[in-house]
């Protein structure tokens, strides 16, 4: 999963060198004035659409990453399963989006047209976890409960502690009165 991350990022970052170069060819500094207007924004289209081929590249990567994804949050007890089912199925819209760019540009807006409703995938993950939150369950161990009941004989533990005021355990370090 990390693999596929750090292959996209440098893919991604000098993808923006195509950017970079549309810029400085349509802001026209004066090493271009050898070009023609024209010929400037002919180069220009050009770089820019490198960078779009250049994100296809880079889709193929940031699409893979999120089967691992899904899969972690299918297996996770803290999530709901129908969010990693979800990405999973969203795995899959960004490849095909992307190959079919890049082979068979002619089909292109058809592809995305069939694979956009599933690539809300990551945008129900994103808000799932932003409003209701990754929330464990708790552990219900009964080797646990034992274990701690073996450590205090006394029956005084957590509680006993908790329950008390500050003001009184405070009071305790300054007397020589035993506590409640």
Not at 142 to 166: C, D, F, Q, V
Request: proline letters at 7%; charged letters at 10%.
């Amino acid at each position: 999963m990390v693999t596929l991350i750090l292959v996209s990022i440098p893919i991604a970052l000098l993808n923006e060198l195509n950017g970079i170069a549309a810029l400085i060819l349509v802001r026209g500094a004066d090493f271009l004035s050898l070009f023609d207007k024209p010929q400037r924004d002919a180069l220009a289209m050009l770089f820019l659409n490198l960078r779009g081929h250049g994100f296809d590249v880079a889709g193929i990567f940031w699409g893979l990453w999120l089967f691992p994804l899904g899969r972690l949050v299918y297996q996770s007890s803290f999530l709901p399963r129908i969010l990693g089912v979800v990405l999973m199925v969203n795995c899959f819209a960004y490849p095909l989006n992307s190959f079919t760019s890049l082979v068979l540009p002619q089909y292109e807006a058809i592809v995305s047209r069939w694979m956009s409703p599933l690539q809300f995938g990551e945008v129900v993950f994103m808000l799932w976890l932003v409003i209701m939150g990754a929330k464990p369950k708790p552990l219900a161990d009964p080797a646990l409960n034992s274990a701690t009941a073996a450590s205090n004989p006394t029956g005084l533990g957590l509680k006993t502690e908790i329950t008390r005021s500050p003001a009184k355990i405070i009071g305790q370090c300054y007397s020589s009165a035993p506590l409640e």
